[in-house]
Every structure is written in C-alpha cells, then in structure tokens.
C-alpha cells in the first residue's frame, strides 16, 4: 500500500550566549546548586538577551534546519511554530518567521500547548503534509520563558531556560510499512481540569498583562510518570513495537527524575535516552528539538533509527510521537 509519510530532512537548534548558572540564581533567591541539581538535574540554563525575542530564536534554528535538509526557504510551504511566549499577542511568531526567511506562499501559524507544543506541532504538521497538500513544513519549537518568570519564586525560576530547536519535515510517498522512514504514529491529548496546576496569571482577555508563571510542582510531577508513559505506549501499540524497539528516546527536558522515571517504567535503558536538561534547564516546547539536533550533530540519531519523543505540560497537555529517522 502506497502512503504518504512526514519524513524528518534536517534539525537545527538555537542556544542564547548568556549561561546563568545554578549559584547565579542562588544570588537572587534562596536555593543553593546542591538542591537545583538533586531535585531537578539542571546545572545551567540560557537566557535571551534584551530584545532578542521568540522569533528570534526561532529563525535561527529554522536555518540550520534548512541547511541540514539542503533546502532553500522557497521549499517550505508550511510553517508550525510551537511557543507559549509568543514576540506579541499577535500575530503569530511563526509569520515573522515567514517573512524573515523570505517565505510568500502556503501557511504558517502558531501552536500552543505549552511544554508539549512541539509533539502537537509535529502531529498537526504531519497530518497536514499527509493530507492538507503541503509539501514541505518547518516545525519549529522556541521560547523565551525568562520572560514569563517571577524571578523571586525559587519554586519556579530555577527551572527554566529560553531556547529555540526546528526540523524539516517533507512529505514523502512510502511503502507504508513501519520500515518507512517518517513520522509513523503521533498521540496527543489535554484534559483541562489540571489548567490552575501550571499556568501564567495574565493575559490579553484576563488581565491585559503578560502575566508570570505559577506551577505546583509537585501536582506537575504527581500526573506527569503516568501520562507521559501513557502515550508513549499508545504509540508503540499503534506502531505494533516494543519499547526494546527504540533506538533513541528523546523526552521533554522538565526534570532529570521525570524522564528517569518514565524511562524506568518503559524499560529502557540509560544508554537510550538523550539528556540536555542538565545545561539547557526546561525549554518548554524548544527542549525536544533542541535535544533532537544536539544528538543528530554528535551522530548519535542517525538514518533509519526509531526516535520515540514525549511531551507534558500546562493544561494539562501531552503526547508523544515515534519517528523512524
Ligand atoms: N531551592 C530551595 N528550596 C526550594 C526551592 C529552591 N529552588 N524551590 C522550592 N523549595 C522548597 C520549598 O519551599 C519547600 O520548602 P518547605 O518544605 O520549607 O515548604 C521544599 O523546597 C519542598 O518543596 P516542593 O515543591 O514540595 O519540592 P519538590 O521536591 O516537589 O521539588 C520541584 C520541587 C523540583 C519543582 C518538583 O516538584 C518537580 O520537579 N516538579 C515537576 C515540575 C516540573 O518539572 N515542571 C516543569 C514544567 S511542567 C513540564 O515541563 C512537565
């Protein structure tokens, strides 16, 4: 049976200059570099500079995405831009990305599902070059959460980094087996009840401000095993593989325990799964492509490899998405 698949051409990513590291931030509150890094594995995180936006960001991984596929920005006919911090209220940053790269045709929008914007992108974009006529996406994960923080909470501004990670997706006709390279199965989902356990108490409609971010952590780390693992079964139950099948997992960077915990209870080992928490904190929606192009530039991901990524964040969303290479 001949189908169409999403298949991933190249990755780029984007990393801010300025590191603040975790006793930086021990000057400002009332934590120490001991607590950050047992509670959470980071050690580091970026920082965008002053008016460095979203966009920002986003463009410059958006090009390294590009040059690794070897493709002209007049290729890409659809751009998906996942962000929680959008340059402004509108429109989209993903325009802006457009138009910085030259770009006058097709669509380009943003996504919004907080840490697990670039799995609903990814799926959104797959079924549109399935589907929609699009030949080829970037789909693009990218935040500037510095912007969004209170910087006297240590509960929350210890944990999170501004990045920005992007890949080329293009629509390709296939054997439609699961030897085909290209994304191969995506779940995602959202269940509204948990939206006051990780949110932003501002916005254009509620307040008329920006708005800081508030999380009870614990709750997060409570639901987040469990629905992550859920997915990610989901997945291989769509798929008819096992998790001994996965060559590379590449979770969310929320937290060293969370991913160690959801990677024990799949059953795969330390070996398999890429971390980059440790230096790039919690980039919400950039963290999975940020870690996608760090593993493929170091030759760990290459062709033909099964990359299982998994996501969980604010509203409460989740999902996961696995991707021969
Ligand atoms: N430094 C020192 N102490 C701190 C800090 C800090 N940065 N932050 C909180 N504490 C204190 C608290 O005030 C509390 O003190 P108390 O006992 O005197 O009241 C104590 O540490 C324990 O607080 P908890 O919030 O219960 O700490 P916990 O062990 O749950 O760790 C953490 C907090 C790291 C946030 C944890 O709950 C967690 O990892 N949750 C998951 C949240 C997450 O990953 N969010 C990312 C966004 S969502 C996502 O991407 C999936």
Redesign the pocket.
Known sequence: MSVVRSVVRGSGSYLPSRIVTNDELAGM????DD??VQ??GIRERRIAATGEVTSDLALHAARGALKAAGLEPQAIDLIVLATATPDNTFPASAVTVQASLGITKGAAFDMQA??SGFVFALSTADSLLRTGGFARALVIGAETFSRIIDWKD???????GDGAGAVVLEATPSSGTHQDRGVLATRIHSDGRYKEK?YVDGGPSSTGTVGCLR?E??E??RH?VQMITGAVEEVLADTGFTAADIDWFVP?Q??K??IDACAHKLGLGPEKIVHTVERHG?T?AASIPLAIDEAVLDGRIKPGDLVMVE????GFTWGAALIRW
Do not use: K
Request: net charge positive.
């Open positions: 509150v009332d934590t120490s607590w950050i509670r959470t907080v840490c240590r509960g929350t501004c210890v944990i999170f990780l999380m952590g614990r997060v780390f987040a969310h929320a937290n325990r969370i919690n919400s996501a969980m964040g604010g």
